[in-house]
């Protein structure tokens, strides 16, 4: 499976950006997808999963009401949507992907495929 993440950009604190994940090469419906951050002198930290088959979402405490994981399987795509961005979102962003539909999981090295990040940077 390879991951293309974009969607990434400079705004300001308040605005809204979404981020598109899109895989190929095995089918899609059957993989959780998730997004992690890493900001600067940051481990890298889970943001958000969707499960394959049931869409089941999990967000991390900081993001939730704000942002908001999707997929459309017959765009073969992921999406995070965010909103109410805050200079503290500022971070690398990455998507990710592991086969299976029953456990969340919220680490990175639950995961098997990384895209190559998208920076999202949030001016106060």
């Known amino acids: 499976v390879q991951l293309q993440a974009c969607g990434g950009g400079l705004v300001q604190a308040g605005d809204s950006l979404r981020l598109s994940c899109a895989p190929s090469?095995?089918?899609?419906?059957?993989?959780?997808m998730a997004w992690f951050r890493q900001g600067p002198g940051k481990e890298r930290e889970f943001v958000a999963v969707i499960m394959g088959m049931t869409n089941k979402t999990s967000y991390e405490d900081s993001v939730k009401g704000r942002f908001t994981i999707s997929r459309d399987n017959a765009k073969n795509t992921v999406y995070l949507q965010m909103t109410l961005l805050k200079p503290e979102d500022t971070a690398l962003y990455y998507c990710?992907?592991?086969?299976?539909?029953?456990?969340?999981?919220?680490?990175?090295?639950?995961?098997?495929?990384w895209g190559q990040g998208t920076q999202v940077t949030v001016s106060s």
């Open positions: 090469g095995r089918p899609f419906g059957y993989y959780s």
């Open positions: 990710a992907a592991r086969p299976g539909t029953e456990v969340v999981v919220k680490y990175p090295r639950g995961y098997d495929y």
